[in-house]
């Protein structure tokens, strides 16, 4: 299984982005997927996550109310919309996939359960 992040860039505060993560390998409906930061310096943190199904999601109170995570199994993405963004959001973001999960409306927040990771995407806002 291979995940390729994309769609960082420059925001200005108060903007919008939205990420992308394309799964390529496995079966990508089966997959519980999740969004991780990391600032230089500092432990990944855990962003948001989505079950197999869509039906199921979950946020870092950080981020609860300005951004969405979403899926679309039938182009194996999911994405990351970020509405709202401080300057704290600057980070570089990571997708990553669960492939041992029990329901199709497990998620998790803990970064040992996702089994593959992308490449990362660098999202800076300025203030």
């Known amino acids: 299984v291979q995940l390729q992040a994309s769609g960082g860039g420059l925001a200005q505060a108060g903007g919008s982005l939205r990420l992308s993560c394309a799964v390529f390998?496995?079966?990508?409906?089966?997959?519980?997927m999740g969004w991780f930061r990391q600032v230089p310096g500092k432990e990944r943190e855990f962003v948001a996550a989505i079950s197999w199904s869509g039906g199921s999601t979950d946020y870092d109170d950080s981020v609860k109310g300005r951004f969405t995570i979403s899926r679309d199994n039938a182009k194996n993405t999911v994405y990351l919309q970020m509405n709202s963004l401080k300057s704290q959001d600057t980070a570089v973001y990571y997708c990553?996939?669960?492939?041992?999960?029990?329901?199709?409306?497990?998620?998790?927040?803990?970064?040992?359960?996702?089994?593959?990771w992308g490449q990362g995407t660098l999202v800076t806002v300025s203030s």
């Open positions: 390998g496995g079966t990508f409906s089966r997959l519980a």
């Open positions: 990553a996939a669960d492939s041992v999960n029990y329901s199709s409306d497990f998620t998790t927040n803990m970064d040992f359960d996702y089994d593959y």
